[in-house]
């Protein structure tokens, strides 16, 4: 079964920087980075899909860089410019169908992202 390890997240201050890594066990040709607050739904950061053009939400909009190294079987996320309500658990997830279908991704057990004001 594949895995994802997570890494790089951590504590920092507003406008700060953290890249997140993400080493897969397996390929997987479409992922992407998720991130939840106790309290709330999963939401999806950004994303690598089929077209790999990269996807994100508007709240990380030019400060997020999503990434693959095929070659070495890693996802990045380089965030610039934190602000204190990116604080939550970030995960990275594979689509390996690249269906969109968040009920088939791969999960991984995800890495602590904490900004302080």
């Known amino acids: 079964q594949m895995k994802l390890v997570e890494s790089g997240g951590g504590s920092v201050q507003a406008g700060g920087s953290l890249r997140l890594s993400c080493s897969a066990s397996?390929?997987?040709?479409?992922m992407g980075w998720f991130r939840q607050v106790p309290g709330q739904e999963r939401e999806e950061v950004a994303s690598i899909p089929v077209d790999l053009i990269p996807t994100y939400a508007d709240s990380v909009k030019g400060r997020f860089t999503i990434s693959k190294d095929d070659d070495k079987k890693t996802l990045f996320l380089q965030m610039n410019s934190l602000k204190p309500e990116d604080t939550a658990m970030y995960y990275c997830?594979?689509?390996?169908?690249?269906?969109?279908?968040?009920?088939?991704?791969?999960w991984g057990q995800g890495t602590q992202v904490t900004v302080s004001s």
């Open positions: 997830a594979a689509d390996r169908l690249c269906r969109g279908d968040v009920n088939t991704y791969t």
């Open positions: 397996e390929y997987s040709y479409c």
